[in-house]
């Protein structure tokens, strides 16, 4: 197989492993550019066409569950290699090894490590059961643990395959027994509740380095997960607490409705146990009380201050026949029931009712349910101290999680403690939509093609924090639970909006109309009153900045209010469009532009330049020819200077001045 492509895009690179059903390969994904594995069925399944079609089946509902703690499934095919047929699953690649392989490298692990571990085994499984899917075959061989020590479970689907079978003709056996709940055992009907047995066997594995149940052959192990009673971790590993060892009890009932109901409890527990949330623990009979971390209690004696003895033996020596004990017993015995009798009996007959009341169980209401959430529902009855037992129901008129029926109705008064059954609405082809943040838009509709979902919609919008061709929003959005032929939206980045903008020459216009040009263009108009000679009231005299800016800058417009004011010199003041120099004595005093005579409106630039090579815009208006010939007023006229005038840009007239 090494070097060999399949679909046309994976290329075997080595093999990494053998499993029951088939072999493992590392691949590299030539169209996504990525490392990936590669599980292929043994061709003596390539016969049975049944087994093909669940296998599949089955792997394409396991590719539809994501979760960090899972392996996901990418790809199922079937190529014809050297005249055979091969089935395979593309999965993600790990990096890490079995925990298989961690406990037998260090003998067991710590119970923080084992708690940890088991929580990101339940949280995997609980995305999985909200499916309607149960592994089958959890077992210390089908969990990773990658190099930043994170949980990832593989093979969902896979045990299902064989129709729930545990032992065939042949002896061969999916998956290990070792780790069957006493129904996969029996052969009978199993659901999420036999997973969390199997995780038991797992927790306990981690605990003790050890199997609990092992035998010669398979069929001997099968009988002891069926007749036997479920050692404790503490027997094996004195340093277990008795909150692990009720933990692993519970999860290991042979009964499976003595069992957590569902893995949010058992997850709740080890929680408590993490955080320290323990409480006092009275360990009882299987069949005993429930404890405050809502596991019911192991059977095993009181372990404060216990400590525990080796069984002393002495050699030949033989109890007396002739012990004076049973004498002492029977009239200690006599003595106190003497005492009960003279005085116990009589108070108690003389009390009154009201002076010993009875303690009653604190009775609730139960809440309304149907059409919540099932994290609602849940959250609602915990407060209330009651359990939820969930049973599972697929209707695509409802929305997924949402609890349809319950029993007892609303209202109902039962005892804090008692369970509240509740059927919740599973979709079975819900996939969660991916993230796609900041991805490009091939890949994001990769990731959604993976997903079993489309993009069907794609919007372009500006944006200042991703790139041009990346996702910046999406609808709906991650996280989201949706129905496989969903389509979706995405908005993707077109970069940085360029807010430049020119500002158009204003001089001579109407400020009203000026306000309204540059408002339209996205900018923001300041009006400034000024005096100045030769435009009238209201026109622009002169604005700033000049040239562009940004969208959003202020502009401000200087607008004449009249005519300037005479100094005592004869001179007028506030002319923004003359610098002063040496007064011009008898030289000339204005200068008069002809307009053309076409009713239009032009724009008139007139530039003084001096002899010293300085120049200035004096003039820069736009008017209309039919108000006539143009008369400009000059000011610090000096010997030598050359007026230039423009016309809509066009040079019409040089004046120089002697």
Request: aromatic fraction near 6%.
């Amino acid at each position: 197989m090494i070097g060999k492509i399949l679909g046309n895009r994976y290329e075997i690179l080595q093999k990494i492993g053998t499993g029951g059903m088939g072999d493992v390969y590392k691949a590299h994904c030539r169209r996504l550019d990525r490392i990936v594995a590669i599980k292929t069925l043994k061709s003596e399944y390539n016969s049975d066409n049944n087994f093909i079609r669940k296998f599949k089946r089955e792997s394409l509902a396991a590719a539809s569950i994501s979760h960090p703690n899972i392996v996901s499934i990418y790809d199922v095919g079937t190529e014809e290699i050297d005249e055979e047929k091969v089935h395979y699953i593309v999965m993600e690649y790990i990096d890490g090894i079995t925990l298989k392989e961690k406990i037998q490298e260090e003998g067991k692990l710590s119970e923080k490590n084992s708690l940890n571990y088991t929580v990101q085994i339940a949280e995997a499984l609980k995305v999985a059961h909200s499916k309607g899917i149960v592994h089958r075959d959890i077992k210390s061989q089908n969990i990773m643990i990658t190099k930043d020590d994170r949980i990832k479970v593989t093979d969902f689907g896979i045990a299902r395959i064989a129709d729930n079978a545990t032992v065939t003709a042949t002896n061969a056996i999916m998956g290990s027994v070792h780790y069957f709940s006493p129904e996969q055992a029996r052969g009978a009907k199993v659901d999420n509740r036999s997973d969390i047995y199997s995780l038991g066997i797992v927790l306990y594995e981690m605990l003790t380095g050890e199997l609990p149940f092992d035998a010669e052959n398979p069929v001997s192990v099968a009988l002891m997960q069926v007749q036997s009673n479920m050692p404790l971790p503490s027997s094996k590993n004195p340093q277990v607490s008795q909150y692990a060892d009720q933990i692993v009890s519970k999860m290991t009932m042979k009964d499976p409705q003595d069992r957590y109901t569902d893995v949010y409890l058992l997850i709740r527990d080890i929680k408590n146990i993490q955080l320290g949330r323990t409480g006092t623990v009275n360990y009882r009979t299987q069949t005993g009380p429930i404890s405050k971390t809502g596991v019911k209690s192991s059977p095993i004696l009181e372990r404060k201050n216990y400590k525990r003895e080796e069984p002393r033996y002495t050699k030949n020596k033989v109890e007396k026949k002739n012990s004076s004990l049973p004498i002492f017993l029977g009239v200690l015995t006599a003595i106190l029931l003497a005492f009960m009798l003279l005085y116990i009996v009589p108070k108690m007959m003389k009390d009154k009712p009201e002076d010993n009341p009875i303690v009653e169980v604190q009775r609730v209401r139960v809440p309304s349910l149907v059409g919540k959430s099932q994290d609602q529902a849940r959250e609602e009855l915990e407060k209330l101290g009651l359990i939820m037992d969930a049973d599972f129901a697929d209707d695509y008129e409802k929305a997924n999680r949402e609890v349809l029926e319950q029993n007892p109705e609303p209202d109902t008064e039962v005892e804090q403690g008692s369970s509240v059954k509740v059927k919740i609405n599973v979709l079975k082809d819900v996939i969660e939509v991916p993230d796609l943040l900041g991805k490009t838009i091939e890949e994001a509709q990769a990731l959604v093609a993976e997903a079993g979902l489309t993009i069907n919609n794609i919007e372009l919008e500006y944006s200042d924090e991703y790139e041009e061709n990346q996702v910046i929003k999406q609808d709906p959005i991650a996280g989201s639970e949706v129905v496989n032929d969903k389509n979706l939206t995405v908005y993707v980045s077109k970069g940085k909006e360029d807010l430049s903008q020119k500002i158009p020459n204003l001089r001579g216009v109407n400020n009203a109309e000026a306000k309204a040009t540059l408002e339209g263009l996205g900018f923001v108009v300041k009006i400034e009153e000024i005096k100045y000679t030769g435009l009238d009231v209201g026109d622009v005299v002169d604005f700033e900045p000049k040239d562009e800016a940004d969208k959003g800058t202020e502009i401000t417009l200087y607008v004449t209010t009249g005519p300037e004011e005479k100094t005592d010199e004869g001179s007028e003041t506030n002319n923004p469009s003359t610098t002063p120099e040496e007064p011009a004595g008898d030289l000339p005093g204005s200068l008069t532009v002809k307009m053309p005579d076409d009713d239009g409106r032009h724009n008139v630039v007139i530039w003084r330049r001096t002899i010293g090579g300085d120049e200035y815009k004096i003039y820069d208006y736009n008017k209309e020819s039919s108000e006539g010939d143009i008369t400009v007023t000059l000011q610090y006229v000096s010997k030598g200077d050359v007026f230039e005038v423009y016309i809509d840009g066009e040079k019409v007239e040089t004046k120089e001045i002697h």
